[in-house]
């Protein structure tokens, strides 16, 4: 009996522990779904040529950065009520990333716009950081770690005067990193 009420004691602490770790893991960016192709993209938010565009180019991505993925589109629109660039990636034709580019002041106005949308981040750092020209402040790391889907919204990002948020399916997650390690030892 005692065995029975310990065993229901950790399954409703873990029940309690996946569900506060849990969030609401986005099918898609701006009704782009994740996998959609580069041709997709462009129709659904207009490409270079469409008047009103969010699209403003598309490019091939230089070999030497083949972990990013193969191609990318980058333009501008308004989150919430904050104006962003944004940069999507695709990988063999699939769209698989976006990061999001805004300045360090607007971090808590996308931060709650990302809460609303998505819930309470998993995981949340405060550590230092230096910017490439030296600068220092505490930077401030919120993350969304999914079974399918990772967001991370960093206040700062290379520079102070950055800040950067990124939304990528979990397999391009462990792609790039199995590309970007590939790289490392043959450099080495």
């Given at each position: 009996?005692?065995?029975?009420?310990?065993?229901?004691?950790?399954?409703?602490?873990?029940e309690?522990?996946?569900?506060?770790?849990?969030?609401?893991?986005?099918?898609?960016?701006?009704?782009?779904?994740?996998?959609a192709?580069?041709?997709?993209?462009?129709?659904?938010?207009?490409g270079?040529?469409?008047?009103?565009?969010?699209?403003?180019?598309?490019?091939?991505?230089?070999?030497?950065?083949?972990?990013?993925?193969?191609?990318?589109?980058?333009?501008?629109?308004?989150?919430?009520?904050?104006?962003?660039?944004?940069?999507?990636?695709?990988?063999a034709?699939?769209?698989?990333?976006?990061?999001?580019?805004?300045?360090?002041?607007?971090?808590?106005?996308?931060?709650?716009?990302?809460?609303?949308?998505?819930?309470?981040?998993?995981?949340?750092?405060?550590p230092?950081?230096?910017?490439?020209?030296?600068?220092?402040?505490?930077?401030?790391?919120?993350?969304?770690?999914?079974?399918?889907?990772?967001?991370v919204?960093?206040?700062?990002?290379?520079?102070?005067?950055?800040?950067l948020?990124s939304?990528?399916?979990?397999?391009?997650?462990?792609?790039?990193?199995?590309?970007?390690?590939?790289?490392?030892?043959?450099?080495?």
């Amino acid at each position: 009996m005692r065995r029975a009420i310990a065993l229901i004691s950790v399954l409703l602490i873990l029940e309690l522990v996946s569900g506060a770790l849990a969030f609401n893991e986005p099918k898609d960016f701006r009704g782009v779904p994740w996998g959609a192709s580069e041709e997709e993209l462009r129709t659904s938010l207009g490409g270079p040529e469409s008047a009103g565009r969010d699209i403003d180019l598309c490019l091939a991505i230089p070999s030497e950065h083949r972990q990013l993925g193969d191609r990318l589109c980058g333009g501008r629109f308004i989150l919430g009520d904050t104006a962003v660039q944004v940069i999507y990636y695709f990988r063999a034709d699939h769209f698989v990333s976006v990061a999001v580019n805004y300045a360090p002041q607007d971090f808590d106005r996308i931060a709650a716009v990302f809460i609303e949308r998505y819930g309470a981040p998993t995981s949340e750092e405060r550590p230092p950081f230096k910017s490439l020209d030296g600068l220092t402040a505490t930077n401030q790391i919120l993350r969304w770690d999914g079974p399918r889907i990772a967001i991370v919204l960093r206040r700062y990002a290379g520079m102070i005067t950055e800040g950067l948020g990124s939304i990528t399916t979990q397999d391009e997650v462990r792609e790039s990193r199995r590309i970007f390690r590939e790289e490392t030892i043959k450099d080495r």
